[in-house]
């Protein structure tokens, strides 16, 4: 079984609106599977997860101590690295990661308006 309760297969079959959380997540576990990539343990795609946010960092120190020219090419590349690898640790893990997304941004907008309230109320 493979990510959300689906197979692969199943999933890439289902309407997802393109280029939405659900779809990108669906296309990493196929693009996976079909690099052999999809049998990787969760420590495996943690170590990755690490040394592509390693990256990252590295590529963002550069451009904050203005090393390279084009950085930004650079940094873009490292970030979708990252989305890659944090999204196929979602799916070792079986999240739903549009569904996650979503209901996370829904707690953090109720906090915010919770703490609006409360400074509304003290003054
Ligand atoms: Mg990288």
């Given amino acids: 079984m493979g990510w959300c309760g689906k197979s692969i297969k199943k999933a890439m079959n289902m309407k997802f609106k393109k280029r939405s959380i659900r779809h990108i997540q669906t296309y990493v576990a196929f693009r996976n599977k079909r690099r052999g990539f999809d049998k990787e343990t969760l420590c495996q795609r943690l170590v990755l ?63 915010m308006a919770m703490t609006k309230k409360l400074k509304l109320q003290k003054t």
Avoid: H
């Fill in 49 to 111: 997860l690490s040394e592509e946010v390693g990256e990252l960092m590295k590529a963002c120190r550069n451009e904050i101590r203005g090393n390279r020219r084009n950085n930004l090419r650079a940094i873009s590349e490292e970030f979708v690295d990252v989305i890659n690898v944090a999204v196929s640790v979602g799916n070792t893990l079986g999240i739903d990661l549009e569904e996650e997304f979503l209901r996370k941004m829904d707690i953090i907008d109720k906090r």
